[in-house]
Every structure is written in C-alpha cells, then in structure tokens.
C-alpha cells in the first residue's frame, strides 16, 4: 500500500491510502480531499487540482508533463516552484509517504 | 428549510450541486439522475476509457462525498412532470416541492430517421461506452458515422487498438462545427495517416447489420456502427411545463429560465453569448461546470454578475490534443500562423484560438480573453510576415 498524506493550508493533515496506477487527483478526490476539484477529470484542460510538492519529493513525483507549466499559470491559487498539477502525478511504490500540501484560495 | 432540486446528475448537476455547498448554502440539495450508479464524467468515454480505463475512474466522487456534503442523490429516478404552479416535481408518484429548480438534462445523441438505425450504437452513457469496449476484440471492422469530435476521438481509439476504421461525414470537411478549414485539413490527414479512411461529402443512406450505405452509392461493410451525428438537448420536461425553449431552454444573463425560481445549465441551455449577446447552446464540460458555479453562487450567496466565462473546449485524438478558446462564428475567417496555430476573426476581432498540443498558446487565448482585453496576433509571437498564406 502505498499511503499519502494531504496537508491543508491550515495545517489539518489527512493520510489515506492510495491506489497503484491512479492519480495523486483521483485520490485526493476518492479520499474526499478538500481543496482537490479537478474540474475537467485530469485532461489537463484547467488548474483546479494544483498541490504543492516538497523538494524532497519532487524527484519521484518527476517531471513536469508538457504544457503543465502553462496550466499553472491560470491556476486561481498562489503558484510556486513546488506546484504540480495533481492529475498529473501517478502513483507509485516510490511515492509512499508523499506529502502533498494544498493551496489556500486566493481572495 | 430551503431546497434545491436538481434534474440531471451529469457534470453540471453535479457541479451545481457541489458548488452550493462550497458556497455555503445550507439548504437541502436534492440530485437527480435518470442513469444508474452514480455520477460520472463522460469525457473519457470516448476516450481513455475504452483505452483499458476503469469505470471506478469515471466516477466524479465517491458514495461518501454525497453523504458528507448531505447531497440526497437519486439515481435511475425519471422526473415526469415539473409543476410550476405548486413549485414541485414529480419523481416516481413522489411529489417533491422546491424553492430553486436547476434543470441540467444535458442532450442525447441525435437519431436522424436512417433506413436500419437500429443497426448503429450510439456512445454517450457509460451503458453505451461499455458495449462498445466489449465489442472492440479481435479487429474487427468499425464504421463511424459522423466525424465530429466524438466520431473521430472514437475513431482515433478504435484505430490505435488495431482495428480497422472508417469515418463517413456528410459535411465537405470534418468537425466542421467546431474548427476552422486548415485544422480540419490537418485532423484529415492525420486520421488517414493513421490507416483510416475518411470519406467527406457523403452523409450515410441507409445501415444494415453488415454495414452502411453512403449517399454516393459507396458500401461500407462494418462489424461495428457507430452513429455519432451530434446531440439535441433534452428539453421535454421544460417545454412541457410552459418554459421558453428555442434550441434550448432559454436562459438570461444570469442563467435563470423565464420562471425566475429554474435555472438551465450546460447543454440543454440556450444562453447569450457574452461576447455577441446572440443565444448560444455550448456542449462542453466548461459551459456545464461554469454555469453550474455561477448558478450556485447566485442562490447561495445572491450573487448578481452575468455570466461572463470564456468558452474551451478540447479534444484528444491519438497524440494530439486540440484545444480551442473562445467561440467562432460560422462565418469567422481562419488564419494560420507559423507554428500552427490557427487564430479566427469576425472583422478585426479574434474570436477563438485552435491549437494542437499547445497548451501555452490556449491559454494565453483563455487569459487574454478573460481579461476582457481584445486579443492580438502579437501575443501569439507571431509577426503578419510569418503568417502562412
């Protein structure tokens, strides 16, 4: 099994169980993870599953899929060097133990 | 206590639903769907899906999202009757009364009256799209009937699971509704490159259970037909109830139908477009989900902004993605820039940006046009000398 932690921006953290092959999104949404809307179902089409991913992480997470950076832009939350698009993170062996951190909305 | 019903639990009831809570309404939310299971995002029926995707990825939330969110959800529930007078609906002899109706039918495949119909499946329902999948063994031949996105992001599967594939649209040139003539062109191509045939300007004259008939005399023989010839909205239950219908339940700026307590959403709405102020009707999960939101907004919080939100669609078809911001006139020109985008106008004005795997370009159009700025061809970083004629 392998098993992510989801921390709110309010430090609340919740730590499910995730499924091999399936999104870091589609378990964010089975875990009803607030935060995680994932509009367009992981099209890559919108920003609305943006995480942040620590330094530590961001090697088995890998790399940024094409035109990732592009959907973060319009992204409606804060954008940093650690932002991923949920949709676009699969989950693997390596990934567990991920700390994924959520984005506050921006007023 | 306030209550919001909701006919029809696809993207947008869903999304409607969904966002009420996020807003803060506090209210009973009733959901309502005609199909079996649960919610699910029909996207990928045409798509991954068929592609060896699961039906537990469709979902759009788990059982538990419902619970949480005190979502009543009904499915396989069939609304007879919408009761404007008594503000109520009626589900399975039960009476139901509201005090915000959001009407979110969406559209069901079109059936033109074709000799031999019942020969050709339809891919739109989850039903649908698992007939199809079991189907796909063994390479058999497979016809499409109709070369729209869904058609042709069929065709592209079907093609890349190593069956043989032909498209057949009666239009000079494929998803015609959707893109300029260059983006057309180039999906022709790449679909033919790809080992289908694609047949233009010859709509089908008859099917039969070996296959189809074209109008040009042409003979397709298919083990499997698919009729993908566009969608008309469901709009019965608002026409029967004395709603304004015209391609459309007929909604105003602010989405509301001509009774001020029902609202429309995504594709059974007839909206004015933002930018032209003409009625338009959107199929795409943009117009369903960002309708939804401004809907949700309006009753939770009483919210008063027209609906203002930029149109996108996409569609992936093998390795290409197509993206498309904004909305063109049928009537708008196309030109076609260096690197392959193609930028549409009405006079001087860019109504829509088309682009494949250029998710850089579309959103540069999505922003730009949000911003309520005109777009031009300078943010594109393409010059009028480079422009390919």
């Known amino acids: 099994m392998v098993s992510i932690t989801f921390i709110q921006p309010d430090g609340a953290a919740q730590t499910v169980q995730a499924t091999l092959g399936d999104s870091v999104m589609q378990t964010a949404l089975n875990n009803n993870i607030e935060g995680i ?71 | 206590m306030e209550r919001v019903v909701i006919i029809g639990a696809g993207q947008g009831g869903f999304q409607a639903a969904a966002s009420l809570r996020q807003e803060g309404f506090d209210g009973e939310i009733l959901l309502i769907g005609d199909e079996p299971g649960h919610p699910y995002q029909r996207p990928p029926l045409s798509k991954a899906y068929l592609k060896g995707g699961t039906v537990q990825a469709l ?18 529930c069939w609304v007879r009757a919408i009761d404007r007078a008594n503000a109520r609906v009626e589900i399975d002899g039960e009476q139901i009364a509201y005090d915000h109706l959001i009407i979110a039918t969406g559209a069901r495949n079109l059936r033109p009256q074709i000799a031999g119909l019942e020969h050709a499946v339809g891919l739109r329902t989850l039903h649908d799209a698992s007939a199809i999948k079991a189907s796909l063994v063994n390479g058999v031949r497979v016809g499409v009937i109709g070369g729209g996105f869904i058609g042709l992001e069929f065709a592209a599967v079907a093609r890349e699971l190593g069956h043989s594939v032909t498209v057949a649209e009666a239009a000079p040139r494929l998803m015609a509704r959707a893109v300029s003539e ?5 999906f022709a191509e790449k679909h033919r490159e790809m080992g289908t045939d694609i047949l233009l ?82 199929e795409s999960v943009q117009a369903a989900t ?32 197509l993206q498309i911001a904004g909305l063109a006139g049928p009537t708008d020109t196309a030109e076609e820039l260096a690197d ?11 109504t829509a940006v088309e682009t494949i795997n250029n998710a850089k370009a579309h959103m540069t159009a999505r922003k730009g046009m949000a911003s309520g700025v005109p777009l031009t061809r300078q943010q594109f970083n393409i010059t009028p000398a480079e422009v390919l004629v």
């Open chain 2, 201 to 282: 300007s010859d709509g089908v004259a008859e099917i039969d259970a070996a296959g189809f008939t074209l109008a040009s005399g042409r003979r397709i023989d298919s083990d499997l037909t698919l009729l993908a010839a566009g969608v008309v909205p469901n709009v019965e239950l608002a026409k029967l109830a004395g709603l304004q219908v015209d391609n459309g339940i007929v909604v105003d700026e602010m989405l509301v139908t001509s009774d001020p307590v029902i609202s429309a959403l995504g594709d059974c709405a007839a909206f004015p477009d933002p930018v032209t102020g003409r009625s338009i009707r959107l």
């Open chain 2, 340 to 350: 392959g985008t193609v930028l549409r106008f009405c006079g001087s004005r860019i």
């Open chain 1, 37 to 107: 809307f994932a509009e367009c179902g992981g099209a890559m089409m919108c920003a609305t599953c943006h995480c942040y991913i620590d330094d530590k992480w961001a090697e088995k997470t890998g790399d940024k899929s094409d035109g990732e950076d592009d959907m973060l832009d319009c992204a409606e939350t804060e954008v940093t060097d650690a932002s991923r698009l949920t949709c676009q993170i699969k989950v693997t062996d390596a990934l567990d133990g991920l700390v994924v951190r959520l984005p506050s909305e921006l007023a």
């Open chain 2, 182 to 186: 260059p983006m057309s062109a180039r």
């Open chain 2, 59 to 76: 979902s759009l939330r788990p059982d538990s999202f419902f619970e949480t969110h005190k979502i009543d959800l009904r499915m396989g």
């Open chain 2, 290 to 321: 960002d309708h939804a939101r401004m809907i949700a907004k309006r009753i939770a919080k009483g919210a008063d902004t027209p609906y203002r939100a930029v149109p996108w669609f996409w569609s992936d078809q093998a390795d290409w993605k």
